[in-house]
C-alpha cells in the first residue's frame, strides 16, 4: 500500500518561501504521475500542481504560476514543491496527492500559514 509523508510546512511571513516535501513509500515512484493539492480554511480542495513521472510537462494553477515551482526526484522517491513570494491567501493544508490531478489518492498534509 502506497503512503504518502508531507513535510516542511510551517509559518512564514508575506514574501516568504517555503519548501515542501513528500515522501512516497513503495517501489512505484517513477511509474506515477503527482500532483500538490491545497484547502483553505472553510474553502474546497483546489488542485496547485501536477507533474508526470518523468518530470515532464508541470503544469500550475493561476493563482501560483511564476511563484511555485513542482519538482521530483525519482531516485529519492520524493516529490518537492518550491513556494516563493508567498502570500496571506497560500494559507492552506498542503496534500500531496497521486495523478496529475490528485485524484488517486493523497497523504495527511502539512500546513502553511502566511500571516504578518
Known amino acids: 500500500r502506497v503512503q504518502l509523508v508531507e513535510s516542511g510546512g510551517g509559518s512564514v511571513q508575506p514574501g516568504g518561501s517555503l519548501r515542501l516535501s513528500c515522501k512516497y513509500s513503495g517501489a512505484t515512484f517513477n511509474r506515477e504521475a503527482m500532483s500538490w493539492l491545497r484547502q483553505a480554511p472553510g474553502k474546497g480542495l483546489e488542485w496547485v500542481s501536477g507533474?508526470?513521472?518523468?518530470?515532464?510537462?508541470?503544469s500550475y494553477a493561476a493563482s501560483v504560476k511564476g511563484r511555485f515551482t513542482i519538482s521530483r526526484d525519482n531516485a529519492k522517491s520524493t516529490l518537492y514543491l518550491q513556494m516563493n513570494d508567498l502570500k496571506i491567501t497560500d494559507t492552506a493544508m498542503y496534500y500531496c496527492?497521486?495523478?496529475?490531478?490528485?485524484?488517486?489518492?493523497r497523504g495527511q498534509g502539512t500546513q502553511v500559514t502566511v500571516s504578518s
Open positions: 496527492a497521486l495523478g496529475f490531478s490528485g485524484s488517486l489518492g
Open positions: 507533474i508526470n513521472r518523468d518530470n515532464g510537462n508541470p
